[in-house]
């Protein structure tokens, strides 16, 4: 993560019902520290979307434990519901795969987005629970994938 890509990621605006995807009060400086795992996501030099790792793909009141690596993510605005979500996904498993060598990925899906859901369960995620943000009480669904099996 580059701060130049860091500042285009917190003007991203995301139409409805996805807009509370927008990280507009997100510090650019936190996504580029080392510590935060975050990573741009890169067609050639184009930024395309980045993957996060670690707590940065947990959200607020998750039933989280270290079975698993949590992760999250999101394409530029323009390029969402154009297909791109499986391969967007799937190279960022196959990059924290290679850094960190987790069991498992976990994933924290809107329970909302039907679009997301059917993208990650196609990419062998599995549904184990579902909770309420204690930030503002949105409903998540967590799903998890075993690289054991791998």
Same mark, same amino acid.
């Given at each position: 993560?580059?701060?130049? /890509? *860091? #500042?285009?990621?917190?003007?991203?605006?995301?139409? =409805? &019902?996805?807009?509370?995807?927008?990280?507009?009060?997100? $510090?650019?400086?936190? !996504?580029? $520290? &080392? *510590?935060? %795992? /975050?990573? *741009?996501?890169?067609?050639?030099?184009?930024?395309?979307?980045?993957?996060?790792?670690?707590?940065?793909?947990?959200?607020?009141?998750?039933? /989280? $434990?270290?079975?698993? !690596? $949590?992760?999250? %993510?999101?394409?530029?605005?323009?390029? #969402?519901?154009?297909?791109?979500?499986?391969?967007?996904?799937?190279?960022?498993?196959?990059?924290?795969?290679? @850094?960190? *060598? &987790?069991?498992?990925?976990? +994933?924290?899906?809107? #329970?909302?987005?039907? @679009?997301? @859901?059917?993208?990650?369960?196609?990419?062998?995620?599995?549904? +184990? %629970?579902?909770?309420?943000?204690?930030?503002?009480? @949105?409903? /998540? =669904?967590? !799903? +998890?994938?075993? =690289? #054991?099996?791998?």
């Amino acid at each position: 993560m580059t701060p130049a /890509y *860091a #500042t285009a990621i917190v003007t991203w605006r995301y139409p =409805e &019902p996805y807009h509370w995807y927008d990280m507009v009060s997100a $510090d650019p400086a936190e !996504l580029v $520290d &080392p *510590a935060s %795992g /975050y990573f *741009a996501l890169l067609d050639g030099d184009s930024l395309i979307g980045f993957r996060s790792f670690g707590v940065d793909g947990q959200v607020p009141g998750g039933p /989280y $434990d270290d079975s698993a !690596l $949590d992760t999250g %993510g999101g394409l530029r605005p323009d390029l #969402t519901g154009r297909g791109l979500g499986r391969e967007a996904i799937r190279t960022g498993l196959a990059f924290g795969r290679e @850094r960190f *060598a &987790p069991a498992a990925f976990r +994933v924290t899906i809107a #329970t909302f987005n039907l @679009r997301a @859901r059917r993208v990650v369960e196609s990419l062998g995620f599995r549904n +184990v %629970g579902r909770f309420d943000s204690s930030t503002d009480g @949105r409903s /998540y =669904e967590v !799903l +998890v994938r075993s =690289e #054991t099996l791998r």
